[in-house]
């Protein structure tokens, strides 16, 4: 089993400023199967990213992830207000088809 | 566009078995994998398994030999059932629609959702 480890666990940034998460997978991952995904407190996750770096619809272009291999980041550029929230990296392979990161919270300083 | 609905007891005992029902509106449920996914309270997302429209499906080995997921085309729906449940399986179950194509070959991610359904077990 594939497992995915988030940093930091805790960001503390302020608005207007670049986050950069790290998902890193304890074996190689191919990047078509990479996925980012955002929660908000009493939300369903929200997909933000597949195949490592293409957005998903209607996600805003502040949004940016890349990577390769085993070390996988979503950067957004410019925090804005609605971006605090909690991010899961999930990547699909064989067995189990499915694994989340622990996630990482995006936290307003 | 695609909405996913979960139903359900929000309340099962110990030792029972959880259903839960996805139904899906705005779509078909055709030509697609669909997964269920928990959240315990507090804590992370753990996916529990899927199904293709056709009935295939797949499990998270860790919860494989309690769980079954089925699917009802006519009613646009699938299920989830999880048998001898104990208070570890409390949490939000949500469903969703897992764009797996090309017999997995290829992967856009789980781009619909549902809002989720809380499951406490409890005697």
């Known amino acids: 089993e594939i497992v995915l480890t988030q940093s930091p666990g805790t960001l503390s940034l302020s608005p207007g400023e670049r986050a950069t998460l790290s998902c890193r997978a304890s074996?190689?991952?191919?990047?078509?199967?990479l996925a980012w995904y955002q929660q908000k407190p009493g939300q369903a996750p929200r997909l933000l990213i597949y195949g490592a770096s293409s957005r998903a619809t209607g996600i805003p272009d502040r949004f940016s992830g890349s990577g390769s291999g085993t070390d996988f980041t979503l950067t957004i550029s410019r925090l804005e207000p609605e971006d605090f929230a909690v991010y899961y990296c999930?990547?699909?392979?064989?067995?189990?088809?499915?694994?989340f990161g622990q996630g990482t919270k995006l936290e307003i300083k | 566009q695609v909405q996913l609905q979960e139903s359900g007891p929000g309340l099962v005992k110990p030792s029972e078995t959880l259903s839960l029902t996805c139904t899906v509106s705005?779509?078909?449920?055709?030509?697609?994998?669909w997964s269920w996914i928990r959240q315990p309270p507090g804590k992370g997302l753990e996916w529990i398994g899927y199904i293709y429209y056709s009935g295939s499906t797949n499990y998270n080995p860790s919860l494989k030999s309690r769980v079954t997921i089925s699917v009802d085309t006519s009613k646009n729906q699938f299920s989830l059932k999880l048998s001898s449940v104990t208070a570890a399986d409390t949490a939000v179950y949500y469903c969703?629609?897992?764009?797996?194509f090309g017999a997995g070959y290829y992967y856009y991610g789980m781009d619909v959702w549902g809002q989720g359904t809380t499951v406490t077990v409890s005697s």
């Open positions: 999930q990547q699909y392979g064989s067995s189990p088809p499915h694994t």
């Open positions: 074996q190689s991952v191919s990047s078509s199967y």
């Open positions: 969703a629609r897992d764009r797996v």
């Open positions: 705005g779509g078909s449920i055709s030509s697609y994998y």
